[in-house]
């Protein structure tokens, strides 16, 4: 479907009689149909710079996989909303990026077994094994300590059979750990008093510490439950939106996907459980899709070292690329640039 839109000419030296073609796709929040028209972040941005240099153009809606093709091939001059790569740059030109964001795995939510699970691992860590093992290490410890001075009084605590004394003496310390047991109200003998002031110290320091690690593990779990490596997404049946930027890195990192030719397709699938358990894209482009139609469904985690640029690319020879260029880096460094994003992004998007 084509859709014509010519900007009046402001100025001769840039613009001219022919129409430039310009490719676009469904891919909110860059460029989506509102209506009879085109809108999103990407859009609004080249009608600024088509406006500035007086640029006539044309849109029409091509498949995002068919788009680098259409480009290299000169069927159309250009499009405002494509991933900056190396193989796709081998053929089109791409302008300076506009805009960054990350690649985003989304998932569904887990159930709540699943999500104490996944507490249970982070708090079984090497960090909390060692900890209680050393509390435990120290009680036992101070407890035999403890019988063996407390054994030699006549009259000392922990009398009885050894089975019966030691437990004394372990629940003694086990009460004593955190300084608010019963030590004061328990007549030992001077020595003994001497090892229980020091065995509080201890405790309270143990304390501490475990109480530290257990904050430390919670909020690490809460970080990397939004976090996921390209190592790990070989464990889901992968959706992935065909001939986006996030295609072509799970494709060059061996990661298999299915591709679907829109994004709603795919995140219908994820919904309906019927192929795929995991959708693979730009954190901006499904954070505002999840927002507004999937709020509350899916669970999404950012993949490292998958930054994506977004740029304008264009057939190779397009006389208009220096001036569209130009004109896109003014409107990208101006002060007001990303309060601008946000009202298509939100602030999480860069």
């Keep these: 479907m084509l859709c014509s839109m010519v900007v009046p000419a402001y100025s001769a030296s840039v613009g001219s009689n ?11 929040p860059y460029c989506f149909r509102d209506g009879d028209h085109w809108t999103g972040l990407s859009i609004v941005l080249w009608e600024q710079v088509a406006q500035s240099l007086a640029l006539s ?4 809606e091509v498949p995002l996989y068919k788009i680098p093709e259409a ?40 159930c709540v077994v699943r999500e104490m699970m996944t507490l249970g691992r982070n708090l079984a860590s090497r960090q909390m094994i060692l900890i209680v093992g050393l509390m435990l290490i120290g009680m036992l410890f101070f407890s035999i300590i403890l019988l063996a001075i407390e054994r030699r009084r006549l009259e000392g605590k922990f009398q009885g059979s050894s ?4 437990g004394s003496a372990l629940w003694f310390s086990a009460s004593n750990m955190t300084s608010v047991g019963y030590g004061d109200t328990t007549h030992l003998s001077p020595l003994s008093r001497v090892v229980t002031f020091f065995w509080m110290l201890f405790g309270v320091l143990v304390i501490a510490i475990f109480t530290g690690s257990v904050s430390s593990s919670l909020t690490m779990a809460d970080i990397t439950a939004g976090i996921i490596h390209f190592n790990e997404i070989n464990r889901f049946e992968v959706g992935v939106f065909k001939g986006s930027r996030m295609d072509v890195l799970l494709e060059s990192r061996g990661v298999p996907a299915t591709r679907y030719d829109s994004l709603e397709s795919g995140l219908e699938a994820l919904r309906a459980r019927t ?10 482009s499904l954070g505002y899709s999840v927002s507004r139609r999937y709020a509350g469904e899916f669970h999404m985690s950012l993949i490292p ?5 977004y740029a304008f690319a264009c057939r190779s020879g397009l006389p208009q690329f220096d001036a569209i260029n130009g004109e896109l880096m003014k409107i990208a460094f101006a002060p007001d640039w990303h309060n601008r994003c946000e009202r298509w992004i939100g602030p999480s998007g860069f």
Aim: neutral net charge; aromatic residues 10%.
């Design 71 to 110: 480009l290299a091939s000169g069927e159309y001059d250009i499009t405002p909303m494509l991933g900056l790569s190396e193989q796709k740059a081998a053929r089109i030109r791409f302008t300076e990026p506009y805009l960054v964001s990350h690649g985003a795995l989304l998932t569904r939510k887990e």
């Design 163 to 166: 089975w019966k004394g030691f």
């Design 305 to 309: 070292k998958a930054e994506l640029l």
């Design 57 to 60: 153009y044309e849109y029409a």
């Design 18 to 28: 022919v129409k430039l073609r310009v490719a676009v796709c469904e891919r909110p």
């Design 275 to 284: 192929s795929i358990s995991a959708f693979a894209g730009d954190e901006v």
